[in-house]
């Protein structure tokens, strides 16, 4: 079955697309990120499909600031698939065949080329209200790093000579503001969840799982859907696993220079800190995942690699649970992988 394989670079205004033809890449041109431009590039790609024969269509983008996100679902509604694979994947593909050239004529045709060679997962977009709940927790995270950046801030006022009063006075009402509006935020979180009780008895059960906690379940419970979602329900953890970026990645060279593996830091960076944090506080309690983290050291592990591994295992340990729908077991979620 034949399938044109589409890249498209993305930008606030424009769409550049280009299309992979036999052996090279081939430029369409730019069109207005508008729905009078989604229409335009319909024309032209129903063209080139008729042209080769082509049954099917991948669009390829990276993600952008959620710039990409309207012709993405315009797509899907084409019954084109879509793939939004990681930037710094497609970077360090693109710069392993040699180019490294950066215009966006130039990144629409190697998103075309790596469609084609990679056959990068499809992407779906996720059920409505957990899509809801992931901007929720985002704008909650932009709040609480602007509140730390103003405490920093304020920090850095009270110990300079001669401060004025007044900037520390609009500095404690900017902290004083932020904090209101964290506290919405959090209380909005807690109403969604009381409106999606699926969402709610979702997030119980991951809490089960060792090292996972207050701080990180919601995030963890977003990526267990969008998992589900890229897979259909059937995603395994190994796949998860790569899928975040938490997979080993060997450093050889010919035969006498071995370096100790690191990851391969290909997904979110985001939830690989925040997985990396619940198993430096999860290995203290006196629970499953301090005896996998104590069963590596005990083999000669170093402590930072034990670490990495157990954060791995909670991502696993979460995605047995989400899966099965059913509480954390060790016993029975001790070789998940």
């Known amino acids: 079955m034949e399938r044109l394989n589409v890249g498209i670079d993305v930008s606030k205004d424009t769409l550049d697309v280009a299309y992979w033809d036999q052996d090279e890449p081939v430029f369409l041109g730019q069109f207005p990120n508008t729905k009078k431009g989604f229409q335009a590039i319909v024309k032209e790609i ?28 315009f797509a899907i509604k084409q019954e084109w698939q879509v793939s939004l694979p990681n930037p710094k994947r497609v970077r360090d593909w693109a710069k392993g065949i040699g180019k490294r050239a950066k215009t966006d004529r130039q990144d629409a045709m190697v998103l075309a080329r790596f469609g084609f060679v990679q056959d990068p ?12 709940l992931e901007h929720l927790l985002d704008r909650l995270e932009d709040q609480k790093n602007m509140l730390s950046q103003e405490k920093n801030r304020l920090h850095a006022y009270k110990n300079r000579a001669n401060t004025h009063k007044a900037a520390v006075k609009n500095l404690n009402q900017s902290i004083a503001f932020l904090e209101r509006q964290i506290q919405q935020l959090q209380k909005a979180i807690k109403e969604h969840l009381k409106t999606h009780p699926h969402l709610k008895e979702q997030k119980k059960l991951l809490l089960t799982v060792s090292g996972v906690g207050e701080k990180n379940v919601l995030y963890i419970l977003v990526m267990m859907h969008r998992w589900g979602e890229l897979t259909c329900g059937e995603g395994d953890a190994r796949g998860l696993v790569a899928y975040v970026g938490l997979d080993p990645k060997p450093h050889e060279s010919g035969t006498s220079v071995r370096k100790r ?8 960076r985001q939830l690989r800190s925040r997985l990396y944090m619940s198993a430096l506080g999860g290995i203290k309690g006196n629970n499953p995942l301090r005896a996998f983290y104590k069963r590596l050291v005990g083999r000669g592990k170093p402590e930072k690699l034990a670490l990495v591994a157990s954060a791995r295992k909670i991502l696993v340990w979460s995605w047995a649970v989400f899966k099965s729908n059913t509480p954390f077991d060790a016993a029975r979620f001790e070789h998940s992988h």
């Open 121 to 132: 997962l499809p992407w779906k977009p996720l059920p409505p209200e957990v899509e809801q």
């Open 261 to 268: 593996a690191g990851i391969s830091r290909q997904g979110n």
């Open 46 to 73: 129903e063209v080139k499909c008729q042209e080769i024969n082509a049954t099917s269509v991948l669009v390829v983008m990276e993600p952008t600031g959620g710039y990409e996100q309207p012709f993405a679902r």
